[in-house]
């Protein structure tokens, strides 16, 4: 319970950008990239998706958190940006009504 209380996001943080670590014979995915995957995976809910992204709603305090890949021609979308995104503009982008 402890460790996934660090995994959540603060109320401070807008912000997470996971990225790419080159261990000399292959490419890994930092400590950051992890925790968005268990965020997206665990914490936060689905409320909408288009081609370009997913947007999240962090049922402990309420706030929007779009899903971006940085290299959606990849597999795997490259590394993830979660970001705090505010209402009007989710609206405008997913089409939803919040």
């Not at 261990?23 to 081609?51: C, Y």
């Not at 309420?62 to 959606?72: A, D, F, M, S």
Request: no cysteine.
């Amino acid at each position: 319970m402890e460790m996934e209380q660090e995994l959540k996001p603060t109320p401070r943080e807008t912000l997470l950008h996971g990225l790419w670590i080159d261990t000399g014979s292959r490419m890994e995915k930092d400590a950051t990239w992890q925790r968005i995957l268990w965020l997206v995976g665990n914490h936060l809910q689905l409320l909408a998706e288009v081609e370009d992204g997913k947007l999240y709603r962090d049922p402990t305090d309420g706030r929007l958190w779009e899903l971006v890949k940085t290299r959606p021609e990849l597999p795997d979308g490259g590394p993830p940006i979660l970001r705090v995104m505010e209402s009007a503009r989710a609206e405008e982008i997913y089409g939803v009504s919040l």
